[in-house]
């Protein structure tokens, strides 16, 4: 009697053999189980670098959305594990070209992508300069309890250890998560993911920019398992009374950066050039110089909404703390950094210019 002697050769087939068979009792498991009861996913791409290239691996430069969303989606292991994917090109441009325009063209495809009866959940590609911005512009414009979740990549598609497709696996986990519904427009990148309202980008280069300074994430994600942590307790979606569906613009509104020696040129001259609303991202608790402030009285007395916020990280921007908002005329911002009491303003001034009715919405929103 002979033994066979087993060879590389013969154990590579062997192996092959035992991994079709194991693919096809996965397969025909999906099947028996209803492979098409999996959620539907609509991802929106608008570019940035989660869709970047670079000349070569090593290279620092690169050029955001090199690549398209079927490319980004194929890139992706075992994503069709999570859900049934479809993607399309809302945009093609790096973040720090986000503008007004692009904006509203991508928060109405959002809104008739979930009113259609065939996605459950959108994720959206996006870059990470600019990311903090849109996704709560969104979270007060989507009119969809269903989820939508926000992700980009700090790293080139092209780079060694590229983190788009891990934030794009994650980020589809999240969406489909079972406590995703009604929860607003979800950032969700590095291993965590975070309400838009609270999210800031801390960092120029760390993959661990995204943080929730002032309250923390809204939970924790890896490898596709999800923990939830703390809802949130101020409007959004549904519950927002702002709406995109007649707009085909948004009034200007400038940010202008308080520092030691401040002149009141730049606000004189954002009235001057049409600003219907300004943002200090002031001093300490958004304070500024004396002729900063009397600049921006006299613009909120030509009905320039004025809106203080505050250059630092952290911390709250208190009315009448250290600046008499009642005597003045002002709105103090609360929790919202200068980028998003910028976006709050412009949507507030669709509604209304009455500084009382503003400031309710900055406690509301």
């Known amino acids: 009697m002979s033994l066979a002697v087993a060879t590389p050769r013969t154990t590579q087939l062997a192996a092959l053999t035992l991994g079709l068979l194991a693919g096809l009792a996965t397969t025909s498991a999906a099947v028996a189980q209803g492979a098409t009861a999996l959620p539907r996913v609509r991802v929106l791409a608008t570019g940035g670098t989660i869709a970047g290239a670079q000349a070569s691996s090593t290279d620092y430069g690169y050029k955001s959305g090199a690549y398209d969303v079927n490319t980004l989606i194929n890139a992706v292991p075992n994503l069709g594990k999570l859900a049934q994917i479809s993607g399309e090109q809302v945009a093609n441009i790096g973040s720090q070209d986000m503008n007004d ?6 928060a109405k495809r959002l809104n008739a992508v979930l ?3 065939d996605t459950d959940a959108v994720l959206i590609t996006h870059g990470t300069d600019t990311l903090e911005e849109t996704s709560y512009f969104l979270s007060l414009v989507t009119k969809s309890d269903k989820p939508v979740v926000m992700v980009g990549s700090m790293r080139p598609a092209t780079a060694t250890s590229a983190d788009g497709p891990a934030n794009i696996y994650n980020g589809v986990a999240v969406a489909v998560s079972p406590r995703a519904k009604g929860r607003g427009t979800i950032v969700a990148l590095n291993d965590e993911f975070h309400y838009a309202r609270n999210v800031v980008k801390t960092d120029t280069t ?6 929730s300074l002032n309250r923390g994430p809204a939970g924790v994600v890896h490898t596709g398992k999800v923990e939830w942590f703390q809802p949130m307790d101020r409007k959004l979606g549904p519950k927002s009374e702002f709406s995109v569906d007649k707009l085909d613009k948004l009034p200007r509104v400038d940010i202008i950066y308080a520092h030691a020696n401040m002149s009141p040129d730049l606000i004189d001259a954002a009235v001057r050039n049409g600003a219907k609303g300004i ?3 002031g001093v300490g608790d958004g304070n500024m110089t004396t002729p900063a402030l009397e600049a921006a009285k006299k613009a909120a007395r030509a009905g320039v909404v004025v809106v203080r916020s505050t250059r ?5 921007t208190l009315r009448n703390n250290e600046v008499n908002d009642d005597e003045l005329g002002f709105v103090a911002s609360g929790e919202l950094n200068p980028p998003k009491s910028r976006v709050l303003l412009q949507l507030a001034l669709t509604k209304t210019t009455d500084v009382k009715r503003i400031q309710a919405m900055f406690y509301e929103y």
């Open 115 to 117: 009113a259609s009866g």
């Open 206 to 211: 760390s993959v661990q920019t995204f943080k």
């Open 101 to 106: 325009e692009v904006w509203l063209k991508l």
């Open 312 to 316: 630092l990280p952290m911390g709250l």
């Open 279 to 281: 943002v200090i991202a």
